[in-house]
């Protein structure tokens, strides 16, 4: 059973950068064809999604956030990160790491001054 779990830093200052990173078991983020996704809830908004990273370490970002988008991987401990430079309070999210229809439970995210 696969299973995803975020971790990170929960409250960050503006021009700060997030990094978050999603743990993975019980599959390998090398595996054929999976895609790994960053998405994020802002509060009383819809799902965002940010970026992937293939199986083959390629990456896609959503082309607004591409600027400030960075998500790699480390495949000796089967997990993959995201970095979002400059943040700011509209930054402010629930970020979810994704594959298929899996999600991890999520982590809180505040940008305050």
């Known amino acids: 059973q696969v299973q995803l779990q975020e971790s990170g830093p929960g409250l960050l200052k503006p021009s700060q950068t997030l990094s978050l990173t999603c743990a993975v078991s019980g599959a390998s983020i090398t595996t054929a064809y999976f895609h790994w996704s960053w998405i994020r809830q802002p509060p009383g908004k819809g799902l965002e999604w940010m970026g992937v990273?293939?199986?083959?370490?390629?990456?896609y970002y959503r082309p607004a956030l591409k600027s400030r988008t960075s998500i790699s991987r480390d495949t000796s401990k089967n997990q993959f990160s995201l970095q979002l430079s400059s943040v700011t309070p509209e930054d402010t999210a629930v970020y979810y790491c994704?594959?298929?229809?899996?999600w991890g439970q999520g982590t809180q995210v505040t940008v305050s001054s």
């Open positions: 994704v594959i298929g229809d899996l």
């Open positions: 990273i293939t199986y083959d370490g390629s990456t």
